[in-house]
């Protein structure tokens, strides 16, 4: 014979009451002797949320009527061991009613967590940005700061910001917080222009405006250091060991390498502030920057120093540029001039445009007796008002090599100052030795293919070439 299955349903209100209904089969309902209620205690409730299935939950182990006191909907006042109560009336009577109490605790709205760090000093005359006033909670809501964003605060120590916050879950009270900021006359710390010099064969410093007063816990963050060689096919960045401070000076900033850096390399360091922690004494960030040159130290003497022919002091015909030493086959577009100079009384002028002419410096080797290494060259420019050249290009040959080029080196001088006498200058690797006995030239050369952009002529005038030895090795 079949069993039939008895059903009914769970927790249907039916009105202030709840049905309770389940399935089980014929067999297993009249097997059921005693009647069960189960309720769990229920967990704390916050003020103010009404009672819902969550806490009116109970349920028996047969069909019938449950009824909750309070009913469901109701809000409960504040306080622990608060009772529930459900009354249960069985649908069939043979048994009987019965009841089941628990208790509930009604709590206050949970307090926000409001996580404000104290700011840095704010520069005197600087808006409050997001940056002072970058309050969090841990629940949604909205923050509202005194004083407002982009307010201009006065000089002084411990001016007090605050928030009001107000959550947007009903089970969060509004909360507020302080912090204090120190307003000052002060300036960001920057990068000292002209300040990275090489210290050692993995090493090198700089400087900043003012005194630091911590590196972060990642003082390396946000530095790139690039190291470019053109002769020796090196361009890449190279990676920074460590970063520290100068134990006897805090405005000076030590960087070792991962690897080995050179007298004839070309080294630049740049600053990305947005991951450092990098601050000055007065909680001032240290301010991004842009590629800088470490310069290599040169302590020699120079080896042209005086020298008629570096200056362009001496005279010749029109084949020479004027000057002798020199030759360029025309007049223009070089011409040796008396009415500008750096030193002495003469310079080389140059007015025209591109590719016109190199200038070949003939007696280069017939005025020094110096070895192969590392030597700073340099030359004194003074580029007219209203030219916009960006590079020149000089190389040394020597006659008993077919005049290819020994060493050719590129001049950026797009953001020269203009109007003035400027000193350029860098170190370069003299690969054999260059003396009287191996006729040796030093070119210079004004190529289009160096000023991309450039157009109509380019008037600018040299002086005064000159040679220091330099002690760090060249790049092998």
Request: some cysteine; glycine content about 8%; overall charge negative.
């Amino acid at each position: 014979m079949k069993k039939r299955i008895i059903f009914f349903l769970s927790l249907c209100m039916v009105g202030m009451g709840i049905v309770v209904l389940n399935s089980c089969t014929e067999d297993e309902l009249f097997s059921i002797k005693e009647v069960v209620i189960t309720w769990e205690t229920p967990a704390e409730l916050v003020e103010g949320l009404p009672l819902t299935e969550t806490q009116l939950n109970a349920t028996a182990n047969v069909p019938g009527k449950i009824v909750f006191t309070p009913a469901l909907g109701t809000v409960l006042a504040l306080g622990n061991n608060q009772e529930l109560k459900a009354e249960f009336t069985p649908m069939d009577s043979k048994y009987p009613s019965l009841s089941k109490t628990v208790n509930i605790n009604i709590v206050e709205k949970y307090m926000p967590v409001i996580t404000w760090g104290t700011p840095a000093v704010l520069p005197l005359g600087d808006a409050l940005t997001d940056e002072q006033l970058n309050a969090k909670a841990n629940v949604p809501g909205t923050f509202v700061y005194t004083p407002a964003l982009g307010t201009v605060l006065p000089l002084g120590e411990n001016q007090e910001l605050r928030v009001d916050f107000t959550p947007s879950v009903a089970t969060h009270q509004a909360t507020s917080a302080t912090v204090m900021i120190n307003v000052r006359d002060v300036v960001p710390i920057k990068y000292s222009a002209n300040s990275a010099m090489y210290t050692g064969e993995q090493s090198f410093a700089f400087n900043v405006s003012g005194a630091v007063g911590s590196l972060g816990n990642n003082p390396a963050a946000g530095f790139t250091v690039h190291v470019t060689n053109t002769a020796k096919f090196v361009d890449k960045d190279v990676e920074i060991s460590s970063l520290s401070l100068d134990p006897t000076n805090a405005a000076r900033i030590m960087v070792t390498l991962a690897e080995m850096i050179y007298a004839d390399d070309m080294i630049t360091i740049a600053f990305d502030n947005s991951g450092s922690e990098i601050v000055s004494a007065d909680e001032q960030a240290l301010l991004s920057f842009t590629a800088q040159q470490v310069s290599i130290p040169v302590a020699g003497a120079n080896l042209l120093e005086g020298n008629s022919w570096a200056g362009f002091e001496g005279t010749a015909d029109g084949n020479s540029a004027g000057a002798f030493g020199y030759w360029v086959g025309t007049a223009l577009p070089w011409q040796r001039t008396t009415d500008l100079f750096a030193s002495g009384a003469a310079s080389m002028k140059y007015t025209g445009g591109f590719d016109v002419k190199p200038l070949y410096g003939m007696n280069f080797g017939d005025n020094l007796d110096i070895q192969a290494g590392a030597y700073e060259v340099s030359h004194k420019i003074y580029i007219a008002e209203g030219s916009d050249l960006k590079m020149l290009r000089t190389a040394i040959a020597r006659k008993s090599t077919g005049w290819g080029d020994d060493v050719a080196a590129t001049w950026d001088v797009e953001n020269v100052e203009r109007g003035t006498w400027v000193t350029i200058k860098q170190i370069m690797n003299f690969p054999v030795a260059y003396n009287i006995s191996d006729k040796t030239r030093y070119s210079y050369y004004v190529q289009a293919s160096l000023n991309v952009g450039v157009t109509g002529d380019q008037t600018f005038y040299l002086d005064d070439m000159g040679l220091k030895k330099v002690d760090v090795a060249p790049r092998p």
